[in-house]
């Protein structure tokens, strides 16, 4: 099945910005939807943003709408969440995320950590 891997979390101050990345060891994304959730400490999982595959259809959470974008490398397989202005309340661990009708994939997480 797919694994994915993410990575570019780190340590920034508020205003920063970051490009985490989600690489998956499959040959194609075709007919996945890809995207992004993030947990704070004591925090449920939540919904940060998504995109189609095929498509390029995007969503996202209303709290990082006009900060965040998300994007994929058809050619590299890979997606990649680009964060602007981030803000301390962005601390989280940042999930990358698969799904198809047959499967839920979850990666390890990468850390990010906006300072005030």
């Known amino acids: 099945q797919v694994q994915l891997a993410e990575s570019g979390g780190g340590l920034v101050q508020a205003g920063d910005s970051l490009r985490l990345s989600c690489a998956a060891s499959?040959?194609?994304?075709?007919?996945?939807?890809v995207g992004w959730f993030r947990q704070a400490p004591g925090r449920e999982r939540e919904f940060v943003a998504s995109?189609?595959?095929?498509?390029?259809?995007?969503r996202y959470a209303d709290s990082v709408k006009g900060r965040f974008t998300i994007s994929r490398d058809t050619a590299k397989n890979t997606m990649y969440l680009q964060m602007d202005r981030l803000r301390p309340e962005d601390t989280a661990v940042y999930y990358c995320?698969?799904?198809?009708?047959?499967?839920?994939?979850w990666g390890q997480g990468t850390l990010v950590t906006v300072s005030p």
């Open positions: 995320n698969a799904v198809t009708v047959d499967m839920n994939k």
């Open positions: 995109i189609t595959w095929f498509g390029g259809i995007t």
């Open positions: 499959v040959r194609t994304f075709s007919n996945y939807v």
